[in-house]
């Protein structure tokens, strides 16, 4: 009996990991690239389309994957998005003030939020954002200088 059970779930999550599909509906959003600083900034923004609110925790980490640990300010950080609303803070807003730069995740068990992320510098005249990455075994970040 026990066997059977453990070969459905690896059944099961096989399917999840060929077909992709969301058995836990839930969302994480990854924000790849954050940075703050005094002359440099990160927004985020997590947009909810579904009909119910939406708590999203956003964790930061450095660029080793270890936790960020901010003065005087906490890691993670949880927000309550309204049905159908949004959330757009700058890190600062999130982790408090402070030089960083690294990654962050968003994570809620609503399925289905969005989000986009604008990097830019205080003078307003360098900006630039995308979408936030939906998790993968692997990805692969361009760098260019």
Known sequence: MVLRRAVVLIFLLGLVQVFGVN???????????????????????????????????????????TLYAPAGGQNPATLQIPAGGQAAKVFSDLFGSGTFNGWIQATSSTAGLTGFFLNGNTALTDLDGAGAITPAAQFTLPFAS
């Open 23 to 65: 058995a836990f509906a839930q969302t994480v959003l990854n924000f790849p690239r954050v940075i703050s600083n005094s002359t440099l900034f990160s927004g985020l923004a997590v947009g909810n389309p579904t009909a119910s609110n939406a708590s999203v925790t956003f964790t930061a980490f450095l660029p080793d994957g």
